[in-house]
């Protein structure tokens, strides 16, 4: 029985001095970022991460994509120009400055180092949506059609979410065009879209512009449109009589 007491003292001897220093190599994260975050190229977004644990604490920002991880713990400037800027507090906030499309799809997470082991924060590590506006081009452009004809003139129409019909709104001379002749038509993905004008009559000439509008802004171009027609006459000619010589 001596034997056997003296086992079990070692073994609980064991586990409390494993359990104590697992215990104290634990962090506790009370704040860290979750949740995806969006914002609009050159915005700036701010995360912050507060952990509690008995040893000292060393806290690191990571910022991964597809293709590499940059460890953010002092200001740094990217190559992108994106601005990173890490508080001196004990919430250790981490701060994006005019953010770059380039971190579209990135993931932000926090981290510590207790003594010799790294914790990340749990996961899953938020997203990062980089917003880009609408663009399109060329902003103005002037242009001949036959009348008769099918009129077509491209456009390139960008952006982050990228515009459907329903972003497309379409005005002459300062009225909303109401004639399904009259479309753009946008093309898949950041390609190629055009101004389209069917069976052009000459009361299409005239000052066109095509406004695109999403939740990252709006931008217009327009286009302007000469008709031409066949010549036709505006009075029709007297009948002249031929006169007989001999009446």
Same mark, same amino acid.
């Given at each position: 029985?001596?034997?056997?007491?003296?086992?079990?003292?070692?073994?609980?001897?064991?586990?409390?001095?494993?359990? =104590?220093?697992?215990? $104290?190599?634990?962090? =506790?994260?009370?704040?860290?970022? &979750?949740?995806?975050?969006?914002?609009?190229?050159?915005?700036?977004?701010?995360?912050?991460?507060?952990?509690? &644990?008995?040893?000292?604490?060393?806290?690191?920002?990571?910022?991964?994509?597809?293709?590499?991880?940059?460890?953010?713990?002092?200001?740094?400037?990217?190559?992108?120009?994106?601005?990173?800027?890490?508080?001196?507090?004990?919430? &250790?906030?981490?701060?994006? &400055? =005019?953010?770059?499309?380039?971190?579209?799809?990135?993931?932000?997470?926090?981290?510590?180092? %207790?003594?010799?082991?790294?914790?990340?924060?749990?996961?899953?590590?938020?997203? %990062?949506?980089?917003?880009?506006?609408?663009? %399109?081009?060329? #902003?103005?452009?002037?242009?001949?059609?036959?009348?008769?004809?099918?009129?077509?003139?491209?456009?390139?129409?960008?952006?982050?979410?990228?515009?459907?019909?329903?972003?497309?709104?379409?005005?002459?001379?300062?009225?909303?065009?109401?004639?399904?002749? %009259?479309?753009?038509?946008?093309? #898949?993905?950041?390609?190629?879209?055009?101004?389209?004008?069917?069976?052009?009559?000459?009361?299409?000439?005239?000052?066109?512009?095509?406004?695109?509008?999403?939740?990252?802004?709006?931008?217009?171009?327009?286009?302007?449109?000469?008709?031409?027609?066949?010549?036709?006459?505006?009075?029709?000619?007297?009948?002249?009589?031929?006169?007989? $010589?001999?009446?």
């Amino acid at each position: 029985k001596e034997e056997v007491m003296i086992w079990l003292y070692v073994v609980i001897f064991l586990f409390g001095s494993f359990c =104590n220093n697992l215990c $104290e190599s634990q962090a =506790n994260f009370t704040d860290y970022p &979750s949740g995806n975050v969006t914002t609009l190229e050159g915005g700036n977004l701010m995360f912050t991460c507060a952990v509690t &644990s008995e040893e000292s604490l060393n806290v690191k920002w990571y910022l991964n994509t597809s293709s590499t991880e940059i460890l953010i713990n002092i200001n740094k400037t990217l190559s992108d120009g994106t601005m990173a800027t890490v508080g001196s507090d004990y919430r &250790s906030p981490l701060t994006l &400055s =005019n953010i770059n499309r380039v971190w579209n799809g990135a993931t932000v997470h926090c981290a510590v180092k %207790i003594e010799t082991e790294d914790h990340d924060q749990p996961e899953p590590f938020p997203v %990062i949506s980089v917003w880009l506006p609408p663009s %399109i081009t060329p #902003s103005i452009t002037n242009e001949t059609a036959i009348e008769g004809t099918s009129f077509t003139t491209p456009l390139t129409i960008t952006g982050d979410p990228f515009p459907v019909s329903s972003n497309i709104v379409i005005t002459k001379d300062g009225v909303t065009v109401q004639d399904g002749r %009259i479309t753009v038509n946008i093309g #898949s993905g950041n390609g190629t879209s055009s101004f389209t004008i069917e069976n052009v009559n000459r009361t299409n000439s005239g000052s066109y512009t095509v406004n695109v509008t999403t939740t990252a802004g709006s931008d217009t171009a327009v286009v302007n449109l000469d008709v031409y027609y066949l010549p036709e006459f505006v009075e029709v000619p007297l009948q002249r009589q031929a006169f007989n $010589e001999s009446s």
